[in-house]
């Protein structure tokens, strides 16, 4: 990163920002509870995640991001909504490309009704961090994905729930959507060769509180501590639906439209007209979702974002199992890893234990990428 009088103002800038913007600074514990990680982040994070115990047994991690404790310390309070926090701090994360440990920073913005506005204002506020940290968002890429919108397609399809599920499920991971819709258009020709009988007689029956009990005790014979992987109850969960989606099969022309679909990447100006054309043209009624992408379009140009400046991409999306709407990242050119990130997540504190669901969006900062950016900006 940069030198520290280079880091003290940045810190300043953006501490400077979030409260002009409202948000209550906070600082969750850098030792946290490892198993809301486990249940809802995902692999892609859940893999790179620093585990140790507790002196009770109880799993516990270095603190990975700041979303979840952020949601979890306000179900804890109780807190009268809306309510924005934001957040300064190292997280701890295994990768081969750089640090294990560096500094991120962001917004979470909870319990906001209008789901346009509060979508806008993250992206908004993050280009407005950016421009605080010395990057200029205009030499950076911001591609934007909707999640709720690849979801209403599907269902607009009419695909089984079990194919909606896992395909939602690969959704941002580019190389496995496009795995799962191989599969799909092709039905289950080796897809479950060399599943053990007794597994895929009880999936295929849907006997999930048998074929939980037997997976825990292959599990167990085998020495598996708790938490190495995922529990007995997803693997059945998610075996009970690869038996499903393989033994059904992705119709040609649904499988055409889903394509086509995905094949949407443009300019965020031009996305709903491209959005509309093709729904109308497949005969196809997106009703709230494609009403809400546009209404969140006006937002994001009421809270100056210039659309032309943002590319609109259907197949886009974070790989982080608790998004459930918008999601956006800002990266250098020609760069896969964001300065910028962030996306709606509407299910995770009713997941995390709140009593009714609440919305939420929230965006985080890499800092020490943006530092890279600038330096190589001087060069």
Same mark, same amino acid.
């Given at each position: ?111 906001? =009704?209008?789901? %346009?506005? *509060?979508? +806008? @204002?993250?992206?908004?506020? /993050? $280009? #407005?961090? &950016? ?109 009970? =639906?690869?038996? %499903?989606? *393989?033994? +059904? @099969?992705?119709?040609?022309? /649904? $499988? #055409?439209? &889903? ?121």
């Amino acid at each position: 990163m940069g030198g520290p009088k280079d880091e003290a103002a940045v810190a300043a800038a953006l501490d400077a920002l979030f409260a002009q913007r409202g948000a209550e600074t906070v600082s969750p514990p850098m030792i946290l509870p490892a198993d809301p990680y486990l249940d809802t982040a995902g692999e892609a994070l859940r893999r790179r995640i620093f585990l140790t115990r507790g002196e009770g047994g109880e799993n516990l991690c270095l603190r990975p991001d700041f979303t979840i404790p952020v949601c979890i310390d306000h179900i804890a309070h109780g807190t009268a909504l809306p309510k924005r926090y934001s957040y300064r701090g190292l997280v701890f994360r295994q990768r081969a490309d750089g640090p294990a440990e560096f500094v991120q920073a962001g917004i979470e913005d909870l319990g906001e =009704e209008n789901r %346009a506005e *509060a979508d +806008a @204002r993250a992206l908004a506020d /993050a $280009l #407005a961090g &950016l421009s605080a940290a010395g990057v200029d968002p205009a030499r950076l890429d911001i591609v934007l994905g909707d999640q709720g919108l690849f979801e209403a397609f599907l269902r607009a399809l009419g695909l089984p729930e079990g194919w909606q599920r896992r395909l939602i499920r690969t959704f941002g991971h580019d190389g496995q959507l496009k795995a799962a819709l191989a599969a799909l258009s092709k039905g289950g020709a080796g897809t479950l060769d060399g599943l053990d009988d007794d597994l895929l007689d009880l999936a295929r029956d849907r006997e999930e509180g048998a074929l939980i009990r037997l997976i825990a005790a292959r599990m167990e014979a085998a020495g598996l501590p708790p938490h190495s992987g995922r529990s007995p109850g997803e693997v059945a969960s998610r075996l009970i =639906e690869k038996v %499903a989606v *393989a033994e +059904a @099969r992705l119709g040609d022309a /649904a $499988l #055409a439209l &889903l394509e086509d679909f995905l094949g949407v990447d443009c300019s965020l100006s031009e996305a709903g007209d491209r959005l509309a054309e093709l729904a109308a043209s497949a005969g196809l009624e997106l009703g709230r979702a494609l009403t809400g992408f546009e209404t969140r379009n006006l937002a994001l140009q009421a809270a100056g974002v210039d659309l032309a400046t943002v590319t609109y991409r259907a197949a886009f999306g974070r790989p982080i199992d608790y998004y459930t709407g918008l999601v956006f990242e800002a990266r250098a050119p020609g760069s896969g890893d964001p300065l910028a990130g962030g996306g709606r997540y509407d299910r995770l504190l009713t997941i995390l234990g709140a009593t009714a669901p609440i919305p939420a969006v929230g965006f985080s900062l890499w800092l020490d990428r943006m530092a890279g950016f600038r330096e190589g900006a001087k060069e």
